[in-house]
């Protein structure tokens, strides 16, 4: 099972549009979205069989109670932490799950945008994984990027979105 892991697209649909038309045409249809402007998967959601999505902190729909923050979710035995952010906030609701205080015993892999970095670290045996951001232009000076994790053979790939260029790949 392949997914694409996108953050930080802040009302760039062109982009989000040309990646999930890039992703159908390589047989991937399971999206994850980080967060911030997740009114965003609406142009996209009927191209994908499943979106599994976290509001950004700046977000409205972070203060609707009813949409979890945080989730965590199992793919192919492989536990994963979905957050917009890498540590708690003070947006956060009280029973929020703090990033920063998961245990390997909970997850695998941590799943976060908010910082526009495309980053793929190992914190305390969890692996750590930031796709970066979709936007067309970056204040931090890092290009659009995205993520594709083959869970079936355990690979984490960071994409360069402007010319579809790996990166950095991991195995985990």
Request: aromatic share 10%; proline share 5%.
């Amino acid at each position: 099972m392949k997914v694409v892991v996108v953050s930080d697209t802040h009302g760039n649909l062109e982009y989000l549009t040309e990646l999930a038309n890039y992703l159908l045409s390589n047989d991937i249809n399971t999206l994850i979205f980080l967060g911030d402007e997740c009114e965003d998967i609406e142009v996209v959601k009927h191209m994908f069989q499943e979106i599994i999505w976290v509001p950004g902190v700046y977000c409205e729909h972070y203060r609707d109670k009813n949409i979890p923050h945080r989730i965590i979710k199992e793919f192919n035995n492989t536990r994963v932490l979905i957050t917009h952010t890498p540590t708690s906030h003070t947006n956060d609701y009280p029973d929020d799950i703090g990033p920063e205080k998961v245990t390997k015993q909970q997850v695998d892999i941590v799943l976060y945008g908010h910082t526009h970095i495309p980053n793929i670290e190992v914190k305390s045996d969890i692996l750590w994984v930031n796709p970066g951001h979709l936007k067309k232009e970056d204040k931090k000076g890092y290009p659009p990027s995205f993520a594709v994790i083959d869970f079936n053979l355990r690979k984490i790939e960071l994409i360069n979105f402007i010319n579809k260029e790996q990166i950095y790949s991991i195995e985990y």
